[in-house]
Each structure stands twice: as C-alpha cells, then as structure tokens.
C-alpha cells in the first residue's frame, strides 16, 4: 500500500512539473527585495492561445485571450507556470488553479499566493527590476577567439583595439 502511494505521489510530481519542463524562454527577469531575495522569471508563450474572462466594474465580461505565459522561481525554490490574464494597471498572470498570481507593473514586480478557501492573495514577494536579459536560449556565446570580452547589447560591439585610418 505504501508503495502505490508513492508511485501515485511520484506520477503527480511528474505530470504537475510537464508545464515547466517544456518551458521554452524567450526572455528572462530577476527581481530582488529588500531583504536581498530573489525571484527569476523567465517569459514565454503558447503555441495555442487560453481564453479568460474579464469582469468590468458594471458587471459585463469579457472575453481575453492571450499566448503568454511566465515561469516564476521564488526564493524558497517553488516554482509555478502561470497565465496572461487582463489587467487594468499592468502585466497579470495567474495559474490554472488561480493559487499564484505574479504581476508586473514597470520596474516592479509582486507575487501573491491564496490558500484554499481565501478570498484575497497574500503578498510573498514584492520586489524591483534588477537584471533583464532577452532570449536567453536563442543567443550563442561567443569562444574567447571570436568575441570580445563586452557582452553584446552592452556598449560596444568589439572590446578589442581599433585601428584608425589615417590618410
């Protein structure tokens, strides 16, 4: 009996973590907190869209679709994929279960979690930009041969001598 109950522990493992094991990123994102924690996100979409609704204050909803999806990593190592939903003041995505929500306004970002049978979200992390680096599974590195030692995107193109044409 012990044994099926973590061979079904085992499989629910499994099939929870396929969203974020296919995860392909086209940009990822680190926040930090005060308290020098930090909470990487990595961005990328569907190849169908989801559809939610939208609810506006006189009642009427709507119908919001969207590709997009995050990757959210918090300090403690939980990890959860979570859905574009609309928002009136920035970037929201909540997950399937709508336990976690990270939203994105500007250089700030905050994650919520809601227990079961709670009305509101809780704050868990709330924190500002501070590295940013775009399609990070797209970009080849360069060999210490063939590129220079400044990154491409920050500054100059070749970090190596110039030469100067003189006539």
């Known amino acids: 009996m012990r044994f099926l109950k973590h061979v079904a522990a085992a499989t629910l493992a499994l ?3 396929c969203a974020t094991w296919t995860f392909e990123p086209t940009r ?3 926040f930090v907190d005060d308290a020098n924690n930090y909470v990487h996100v990595d961005y990328g ?10 609810t506006l204050s006189n009642g009427v909803k709507l119908p919001f679709r969207s590709k997009l999806k995050v990757r959210v990593e918090l300090p403690d190592g939980t990890r959860f994929v979570a859905y574009q939903r609309m928002s009136e003041a920035g970037n929201l ?3 399937d279960d709508e336990d976690y929500e ?3 306004q500007g250089t ?3 994650v919520g979690y809601r227990a079961k049978g709670e009305r509101r979200f809780g704050v ?3 924190g500002v930009l501070c590295a940013s680096v775009r399609n990070p599974m797209a970009e ?3 060999t210490i041969r063939e590129g220079g030692s400044t990154p491409q995107g920050f500054g100059r193109e070749s970090s190596g001598p110039r030469t100067v044409e003189r006539k």
């Open 15 to 17: 099939l929870a973590g």
């Open 28 to 30: 990822s994102q680190k």
């Open 45 to 54: 979409s569907e190849k169908e869209p989801r559809v939610s609704t939208f």
């Open 93 to 95: 995505y909540m997950t």
């Open 102 to 104: 990270y939203f994105e």
């Open 108 to 110: 700030g970002c905050l």
């Open 124 to 126: 868990v992390f709330q």
């Open 140 to 142: 080849r590195k360069p």
